[in-house]
């Protein structure tokens, strides 16, 4: 779907390391768009941050001893190494520490969408699905320890905003201690009956499943999980308790009676890799994405030569209402170009023959074959500027 939808490619040179072509990139840019705007709302404050660091920063958050494997590195001389960012919760904490902090800024909600880079087994990449270049829409929230369970509460109000949007439904999975792990057991202990207690109140027991040794190096972690058209389980989403990073990088915060505590920071993806993401929508909706994230909402269609200029002008109109439009001005028939925005998965489609040019109307069909019949371009906008505004 995605070489037929003109979305996204592969090339050798650059194993799982997607081309977002033209139409994929409105599709990324409209979701990013969409994040941002909920996420402003619900009080976060966007941060980037460098695209590679050197190997010290990973020494300080541990990634050097437990992920360096999955880091592509950068020699730079023999003193100095760089790697390749693969998440982006140590430059989290390197801002959280720019300034000193107090209790009244907690939670505080700082979310990225940059870059990351994962080496992978060169047998395991599969699409979109499975890549070693990607986006994630991350956020790192430091709170103190009585606020653990409002802030989940509130991420799972934002998860499923999300989801709902989609019609996408997903599982929950409890990952634990794995064997290479940072900081204290009795600390773990705590962090992970944290989030079984969490669990419990917020989907009830038995409503999520536990994968003894699955969490990440610095904390036990929930994970979204979604299956695709084949019915292989993905990892979308994960929101990680963690107690340790905090304490490596000298995180801390003045409380109300004076004190310094350490916060504890919660690890939040919604979406997950946005590659991902894209691939199990692309899957679920068979490539008919919703029509405000289509990378082409409308395409006009004019039966002959002598409608070209009206269909250009009606093109026009669409795209100063804030509309994804092309023209199909081939030398094809009608009826194979509706087939051609068919097979391109065009929610609208907008014919214009002499009747629709001399009256300056459009005749509108849906992906789905259904007739609308002919309508203003005005009426026309506003039905699509509607469906757009409901996310259908």
Known sequence: LGKQLELFHFDPTAPGMPYWLPKGLKVLNELLAFWRQVHEEHDYQEIASPLFNERKLYEISGHWEHYRDGMFLIPIDEHTTYGLKPMNCPNAMVVFNLK?????????RLSDCDMLHRKELSGTLQGLLRVQKFQQDDAHIFVAEDQIEEE????????????HIFGLTYRLRLGTRPESYVGDLATWQKAEQ?????????????NYW?????????????????????????????????????????????DRDGSEKTPVVIHRVIYGSMERFIGILIEHTAGALPIWLAPVQARVIPITDHQVAYAGEVANQLRKAGLRVEVDDSAK????????AQVQKVPY????????MAQAQVAVRLRSEEDLGAMSVAAFIALAQEAIAEKQ
């Not at 979204?224 to 019915?231: C, K, N, R, S, T």
């Not at 028939?333 to 051609?340: C, G, L, Q, W």
């Not at 489609?349 to 629709?356: D, F, Q, T």
């Open 349 to 356: 489609m907008l014919v214009v023959g002499k009747r629709e």
């Open 152 to 163: 989940y509460g509130r991420i799972f109000a934002l998860a499923d905003l999300f989801y």
């Open 194 to 206: 944290a989030l079984r207690n969490i669990l419990d109140q917020h989907v009830g027991p038995g």
């Open 333 to 340: 028939r009608m009826n194979a170009k509706i087939r051609d």
């Open 100 to 108: 000193v902090r107090s209790y009244r800024e907690l939670p505080l």
């Open 210 to 254: 536990v994968e003894e040794g699955d969490g990440a190096f610095y904390g036990p972690k929930m994970d979204i999980v979604m299956e695709d058209a084949l019915g292989r389980s993905w990892q979308m989403g994960t929101i990680q308790l963690d107690f340790q990073l905090p304490r490596r990088f000298g995180c801390t915060y003045v």
